[in-house]
């Protein structure tokens, strides 16, 4: 006689012995790279390869909750498949027109606890790289869940070296890269760029961070790299209510490191644009500013004998910048709150108020007679709380002065920012990653678009919110004035391939005055003066700083003459050359022009690089204006070294790049023939 136990103990036995392991798979559309998502052990696994070489081995998926058990998944439901190839067009850019063209596959994971029931993923496969975002669209509206834990789980196999620096530091996103073997990663930001053996670089990140912690990856000593999301002061990763989708994991996959740096899943992932009327308020462009000054400790952000932002010095500054077409004078330090040790400030800082050597109508008005834009600022020292409690007002306040740019900032120790509870909240939890979408949209409404410092690493959510312009987030120019130490000429052919998979950088580039009276080497820029010109078209942003003071441009107007030329909106980009850590050669075409820019950039070493020109239209013939280092050339001893020369070019020729130790090449290629 068969028991009722024994009939339930034979099913469960069914069950496990055989476990029919349900699998779904899809292929890139060049069909090389093919995804495939199981459910095994109780599971849910994806992996990935390409052609033979697994990229991804199988990898845990899903998220945890909070007063639930772990699930278990028993089966894969409701594969479905779709297929895209179409073009959209951006706004702004390092490119005009976007090809987006990828296949999806979308699963449900059935589990057998109440939030994880129904799991849906959506896998999506490009040629060039894949995402997947988990969607929790059975969870009922306004039931409130907390998220303790991030499966998501990226098993690599075989040797990688990597690029990264350790997440957490008190400095945020502003370190140096270290070079090592992959599995030395502890706890990584993204985008996490490696080099592998097997000849592929993969670069993990995510698209389309909103109302979710940003995501780091942990090593576990063996080349698996696992979510770790930053928490919330009570250690829970998220709060959500009702149904939520995630944002995208994502991993580029390439051969070289141009073709990260050129993939443009993360803004093909994020939602198309929500401000059509964008064109009208915000252009791509050029800004000097009060700022530089501040950081040699010439001035002073705050009040004093020695205030930079006083009106008669912005009106210098707007003077210089209408005579060499400029579009904005950033100025910082006007508002009070800077007195003191300002770092300090997060709860003083007031955004209405001026101090009273800085007349803000008067300056507004002097900037229309002169046709360039005072840029606001808004340091908020990390107090968000202090800041959203008045940025309704401090946004009005600027768009009744005409000012449709903003630059923010938060410098404060990472896992210190104060939430409205008094709370200690990581820079990149969800609570600021809301907080830093909220500024967006608010300025939006209002015409303004945002340049944050010290922010949440890019997602690609320019392409939903074009006015969300730069940011910076990596070691930008600001550290080449303070030393202990500068960044080392290797920085700049990193950052390329890691920082700016994420998009564009407010790096803040163009300093002119490098030897500084005699600076010792790692308390100035370390780079040469062509190399300056460089970082224009090799750090991509919509809006580009001459970061120097106006006389030290007024010293060096034949190379200044680049930075007048150089535009910063793009029509095509292609990275042309790269070793990461050792070189990078990018070239740019301007956006409804015929003319093309190239910007190479070295590290220690001298380099000479060949470089075709089959990228300028074939037929044509071109003015190559080269800014190149100069005869003894070299970051140490020479660094002002510059060499300007021209030459006539057509797509048939090639050219040599000479870089010298620290050094660059900056060329524009000038369109003769105009006629079609
Ligand atoms: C840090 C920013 O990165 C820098 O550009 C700014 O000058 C200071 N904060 C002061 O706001
Ligand atoms: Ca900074």
Not at 52 to 67: D, H, Q, W
Not at 404 to 418: A, E, F, M, N, W
Request: net charge negative.
């Amino acid at each position: 006689m068969i028991s009722k136990t024994s009939l339930l103990f034979g099913l469960s036995m069914l069950a496990i012995a055989s476990p029919a392991a349900a699998r779904e798979c899809a292929q890139s559309p060049d069909k090389r790279l093919e995804l495939c998502v199981s459910v095994e052990g109780g599971e849910a696994l994806y992996e990935v390869k390409r052609g033979n070489v697994t990229v991804i081995a199988p990898s845990r998926l899903g998220l945890r909750f909070a007063g639930e058990a772990d699930p278990r998944f028993t089966a894969i439901g409701h594969a479905k498949r779709s297929s895209v190839d179409t073009s959209w067009e951006q706004p702004w850019g390092e490119q005009r027109l976007i090809r987006d063209h990828h296949n999806d596959l979308s699963v449900t994971l059935a589990g057998d606890t109440a939030l994880n029931k129904a799991v849906g993923v959506t896998f999506r496969l490009f040629d060039d790289g894949f995402g997947f975002r988990y969607d929790y669209a059975a969870i009922p509206a306004g039931q409130t869940v907390s998220v303790t834990t991030d499966q998501t789980q990226f098993r690599t196999v075989g040797a990688y070296q990597a690029w990264w620096y350790q997440g957490l530091g008190q400095e945020r996103d502003e370190y140096l890269y270290t070079q090592t073997d992959a599995r030395r990663i502890t706890l990584a930001e993204t985008p996490l760029t490696l080099k592998g053996d097997n000849g592929l670089y993969l670069s993990f990140h995510e698209a389309a961070l909103v109302d979710f912690p940003s995501m780091l990856l942990e090593g576990n000593g063996a080349g698996t790299y696992s979510a770790w999301l930053m928490p919330w002061p009570d250690g829970t990763l998220a709060k959500k209510a009702g149904p939520f989708t995630t944002p995208w994991r994502t991993v580029l996959v390439g051969e070289t490191p141009g073709a990260l740096a050129d993939s443009r899943i993360a803004l093909n992932l994020n939602e198309p644009n929500k401000l059509p009327d964008i064109g009208k308020w915000f252009k791509p462009g050029k800004y000097v500013g009060i700022w530089w000054e501040m950081h040699l400790e010439k001035s002073t952000w705050g009040s004093g004998p020695t205030h930079g932002a006083n009106t008669a010095n912005v009106k210098r500054y707007i003077d210089f910048a209408a005579k060499y077409g400029f579009d904005g004078v950033l100025v910082e330090g006007w508002n009070k709150g800077w007195d003191g040790d300002w770092i300090a400030n997060g709860d003083k800082f007031s955004f209405a108020e001026a101090y009273p050597d800085f007349d803000l109508p008067e300056i507004t008005r002097y900037g229309k007679t002169r046709g360039v834009k005072l840029i606001g600022h808004h340091e908020t020292g990390g107090g968000i709380e202090n800041y959203a409690r008045q940025l309704d007002a401090a946004l009005e306040l600027y768009a009744d002065n005409g000012v449709s740019l903003i630059k923010t900032g938060y410098v404060r120790h990472s896992g210190t920012i104060v939430d409205g509870d008094g709370g200690r909240q990581w820079f990149a939890g969800q609570y600021a990653v809301h907080h830093h979408l909220d500024v967006v949209k608010r300025a939006a409404k209002l015409h303004i678009a945002i340049n944050t410092h010290e922010p949440v690493k890019d997602t690609g959510l320019r392409r939903t919110w074009p006015n969300w312009v730069s940011r910076e987030g990596a070691r930008g120019q600001e550290f080449n004035a303070w030393g202990n130490p500068t960044n080392p000429p290797e920085h700049m052919t990193i950052l390329p391939f890691t920082r700016m998979l994420a998009g564009p950088m407010d790096y803040t580039p163009g300093i002119f005055d490098i030897a500084r009276s005699g600076k010792e080497l790692t308390r100035r820029v370390q780079s040469t003066l062509a190399t300056q010109l460089a970082e224009y078209i090799v750090i991509y942003s919509p809006i580009q700083m001459a970061a120097d003071l106006p006389e030290n441009y007024e010293a060096r107007l034949d190379a200044f003459q680049f930075i007048r030329d150089v535009p910063a909106d793009w029509e095509v980009s292609h990275t042309l050359q790269s070793a990461i850590g050792d070189y990078v050669v990018i070239a740019r075409q301007p956006r409804g022009q015929g003319d093309w820019y190239l910007g190479g950039i070295t590290d220690e070493e001298a380099r000479k690089l060949t470089q075709r020109l089959d990228f300028l239209a074939p037929g044509k013939r071109y003015e190559a204006q080269i800014y190149a280092d100069g005869p003894g050339a070299d970051y140490r001893t020479n660094p002002a070294a510059l060499t300007i020369s021209k030459r006539l070019v057509t797509s048939a020729d090639s050219l040599d790049l000479a870089m010298a130790p620290g050094g660059g090449v900056a060329i524009r290629f000038k369109l003769l023939d105009t006629r079609p």
